[in-house]
């Protein structure tokens, strides 16, 4: 589904870059498709990582039946470790307010690094920072001491978290500053819009940087 180099292209730019880049080679996306309220990044120095979604909603404030939850939380373990991977697990917790509870810690971090996830994107919380296993990002709402009653809703379905949209299976980019879904079939005409994009930037930042006023910056633009 995704070649190595497409892979290596994606990872080697950052997500607002991924986003400007869509907007070349798919207009229509311009105004959606990304996270687009702040989500807190416990780990802002890890690099730009692509996965394809794994989807989730969850409550915590509910009590729930141990017994009862248990069997869909071994078949929830199955949907995760099954392909494709890797996998970003998009969390949308169905709370109102959200992140009564913590779905994410230092357990849930390990397992599902283990079955091949490279992080989380979701609206509810997340705790045991210290904890969490190096190299697993996680891109969350909010920060809470406690998990509370959190258990899984459902997965597989479609979820949005901090209006972003997202369907199982969908392409995820994500970095320190949020996360967009990347459509498959855009992916091989975006290295050719980078470097129209880079040239057209780095002629407008030289012209700021030269010093030389708002003429140059003005004929940079015009390009």
Not at 67 to 74: I, T, W
Not at 97 to 121: D, Q, R
Not at 149 to 165: F, N, S
Not at 188 to 196: H, L, R, S, Y
Request: with cysteine.
């Amino acid at each position: 589904m995704l070649t190595k180099q497409q892979a290596d292209f994606l990872q080697s730019i950052d997500t607002p870059t991924v986003c400007n880049v869509l907007e070349m080679v798919a207009p229509e996306r311009r105004g959606h498709g990304y996270t687009t309220k702040h989500l807190h990044c416990p780990f802002p120095n890890l690099p730009p990582m692509i996965g394809f979604a794994k989807t989730v909603t969850c409550r915590s404030r509910d009590k729930v039946n141990v017994g009862d939850y248990m069997q869909k939380r071994l078949d929830y373990l199955d949907y995760v470790a099954a392909m494709p991977n890797p996998s970003w697990v998009v969390v949308q917790d169905l709370d109102e307010p959200a992140g009564h509870g913590a779905y994410w810690g230092e357990v849930m971090g390990n397992i599902h690094k283990a079955l091949g996830c490279v992080g989380t994107i979701t609206n509810g919380g997340i705790r045991d920072i210290p904890q969490i296993p190096a190299g697993f990002q996680m891109l969350a709402g909010s920060i809470a001491p406690s998990h509370a009653y959190v258990h899984v809703v459902d997965y597989g379905v479609d979820v949005t978290v901090h209006g972003m949209a997202v369907k199982n299976g969908d392409l995820i980019h994500a970095d320190q500053h949020g996360a967009v879904v990347v459509p498959l079939d855009v992916i091989d005409a975006m290295p050719k819009a980078f470097e129209q994009l880079a040239a057209r930037e780095a002629k407008i930042i030289a012209a700021a940087r030269d010093g030389k006023g708002v003429a140059a910056i003005k004929a940079a633009y015009k390009g």
